[in-house]
C-alpha cells in the first residue's frame, strides 16, 4: 500500500504547488510510482507546473462523482514513466468533494502507487481539511516570515486533531519544508533564521529550499524543477528532501554555509 503526504501550509503563495511538483519527480526518479494530487478546486495550478495544462480531460471532481473512471483522469508525464498527475477542477468549487469521495480515490490510488502526494489548498477550510484526512505524512512548508510560520503552527494543530491517524490515536508524521530562504538576508535580519523557525514550530526539517529565479524559470516552462535542472540549488535540495522523506539519513545543510544545521544549533548552545 503507499503512503499519502500532504503538502500543506496555512498562507498562500509560500510554493506548495512547485514543492509538490519537485518532490514528486524526485520520487518518481528513484523507480518508484508517484502521483501527484491537485486538491485546490477552482484553482488548479499543478497541471501548468508540471506542463500537462492542455492534456486534462476529466479530474478529480469528474471521478469523485462518477463521471470518470480513476484510469482515465490520471495523466502521466511525459518525461518520468512512473509519475503521474490527478489534476483538479477549474470549474467546480470546493463544496464538491465529499468525504466519501475523497477516501475512496486515495484507497484506489494507495493500491497502484508507492507515493500519493496531495497539493493542498492554503488556509483550514475545507479542501484542506480533506486533503490532510488521509495523510500519513504532513510536509508543511513555510517562508522564513512571522506571519508564515504563525499559520503554519495552526496547521500543525489541524493535523494533530483532523486527521483520521489523529482520531485513532496515532502519531501523524510531520515534516517542515522552509522555501525561499536566503542567507544573506537573515543574517541581516530580514527574515527568521533556520533555527528560530525550528524553535517557534519544534517539527523536523526535512529540507531548506534556496531563494532563486530557478524555480520561477521551471514553473515557467512547465516542468518541476528537479527535472528542469537537476543541479541547480533548489533541485539538489528538493532531492534531498526526498531522499529523506524515504527514510534516508542526510544532515541538513543550510544554503551558502558549510556547516550542518545540526553543527551550527550545536555550536549555538555552547556559546
Known amino acids: 500500500m503507499g ?15 512547485t514543492s509538490t511538483a519537485a518532490l514528486g519527480a524526485a520520487l518518481a526518479k528513484r523507480n518508484e510510482k508517484v502521483v501527484v494530487v491537485d486538491f485546490d478546486v477552482g484553482l488548479r495550478n499543478l497541471d501548468l507546473v508540471m506542463g500537462a495544462e492542455r492534456r486534462v480531460v476529466y479530474d478529480l471532481v469528474n471521478v469523485i462523482q462518477g463521471d470518470a473512471k480513476l484510469p482515465q483522469a490520471l495523466i502521466r508525464d511525459k518525461r518520468l514513466e512512473t509519475l503521474f498527475l490527478l489534476p483538479a477542477s477549474q470549474t467546480r468549487d470546493k463544496d464538491n468533494l465529499t468525504a ?3 477516501e475512496q480515490v ?10 500519493i502526494i496531495c497539493d493542498s489548498p492554503a488556509g483550514i477550510e475545507r479542501g484542506a481539511t480533506l486533503a490532510m484526512r488521509h495523510a500519513d505524512i504532513a510536509v508543511i512548508v513555510t517562508n522564513p516570515e512571522v506571519s508564515s510560520v504563525r499559520d503554519s503552527d ?25 522555501t525561499r530562504y536566503d542567507t544573506n538576508r537573515a543574517q ?8 528560530d523557525v525550528l524553535d517557534i514550530l ?3 526539517l526535512i529540507g ?22 537537476a543541479r541547480c540549488a ?38
Open 188 to 195: 541581516r535580519g530580514d527574515m527568521l533564521k533556520v533555527e
Open 106 to 115: 486515495i484507497n484506489e490510488l494507495k493500491k497502484y502507487f508507492d507515493w
Open 234 to 271: 533548489p533541485a539538489v535540495a528538493y532531492f534531498e528532501a526526498a531522499r529523506r522523506l524515504a527514510g534516508e539519513q542526510l544532515p541538513v545543510t543550510i544554503p551558502g554555509e558549510k556547516r550542518s544545521l545540526l553543527e551550527k544549533i550545536f555550536a549555538r548552545r555552547a556559546a
Open 202 to 204: 519544534s517539527i523536523p
Open 154 to 178: 495552526r496547521i500543525i494543530g489541524l493535523l494533530d486533531s483532523k486527521t483520521l491517524k489523529a482520531e485513532r490515536g496515532e502519531r501523524m508524521e510531520k515534516h517542515l519544508l522552509l
Open 100 to 102: 466519501e469521495g475523497v
Open 3 to 17: 503512503k499519502v503526504i500532504v503538502v500543506t501550509s496555512g498562507k498562500g503563495g509560500v510554493g506548495k504547488t
Open 208 to 229: 531548506i529550499i534556496p531563494e532563486s529565479m530557478d524555480v520561477l524559470r521551471a514553473s515557467n516552462i512547465g516542468a518541476p524543477v528537479t527535472l528542469a535542472d
